[in-house]
T-cell receptor
Framework: GAGVSQTPSNKVTEKGKYVELRCDPI?????LYWYRQSLGQGPEFLIY????????DSGLPNDRFFAVRPEGSVSTLKIQRTERGDSAVYLC????????????FGPGTRLTVL | AQKITQTQPGMFVQEKEAVTLDCTYD???????LFWYKQPSSGEMIFLIY??????QNATEGRYSLNFQKARKSANLVISASQLGDSAMYFC???????????FGSGTKLNVKP
């Protein structure tokens, strides 16, 4: 079956611009996570959705970052006024939302801010 | 606070030999889950193995086994009979009782030599 998909796979933008990153989770998965992975580091949690609501957004670094999941499926991570420090791979993962189950990761979006 | 520590930035192993990747964690949660993921150079995170904190037996999945020592707060990954395709980054991760987020370690880069 289809896995988690993320678009675009690569995004190059200029400092100060607005970007949107899309995540399409596995069908039926209620839990959705966004992570940011800088070069040579492990993924860093950003936000978690259970259904349509953001159950935990404590990992968002500042108010330039925002994410939505209006229908409980596709999610969009939005970054305003991008900065060079936002350059990273943004990973999305989904799961059934049960305590013991695994997350399935997408291939990531590599964001480069010039 | 939750924390995952992987103290081996890089490891080498000879093909067909076994290798142990170290992971220690810190948490005050009464129950938690421990995960290992593989990240090849292609970038996608691949789930390997899961251990619940109340599981009596160490988890095994094919050539992967998790050496779980709860009192020492360690969850080392053992890969038996290493293959060239095992060369990748390996991340240890923990999900706490409030299972809304995962905490990842900084990873270990494994190189399997022919």
């Amino acid at each position: 079956g289809a896995g988690v998909s993320q678009t675009p796979s690569n995004k190059v933008t200029e400092k100060g611009k607005y970007v949107e990153l899309r995540c399409d989770p596995i069908s039926g998965h209620t839990a959705l996570y966004w992570y940011r992975q800088s070069l040579g580091q492990g993924p860093e949690f950003l936000i978690y959705f259970q259904g349509t609501g953001a159950a935990d957004d404590s990992g968002l670094p500042n108010d330039r970052f925002f994410a939505v999941r209006p229908e409980g499926s596709v999610s969009t991570l939005k970054i305003q006024r991008t900065e060079r420090g936002d350059s990273a791979v943004y990973l999305c993962a989904s799961s059934f939302g049960l305590r013991d189950d695994e997350q399935f990761f997408g291939p990531g979006t590599r964001l480069t801010v010039l | 606070a939750q924390k995952i520590t992987q103290t081996q930035p890089g490891m080498f192993v000879q093909e067909k030999e076994a290798v142990t990747l170290d992971c220690t964690y810190d948490t005050s949660d009464p129950s938690y889950g421990l995960f290992w993921y593989k990240q090849p150079s292609s970038g996608e995170m691949i789930f390997l193995i899961y251990q619940g904190s109340y599981d009596q037996q160490n988890a095994t999945e094919g050539r992967y086994s998790l050496n779980f020592q709860k009192a020492r707060k360690s969850a080392n990954l053992v890969i038996s009979a290493s293959q060239l395709g095992d060369s990748a980054m390996y991340f240890c991760a923990m999900r706490g009782y409030n299972f809304n987020k995962f905490y990842f370690g900084s990873g270990t880069k494994l190189n399997v030599k022919p």
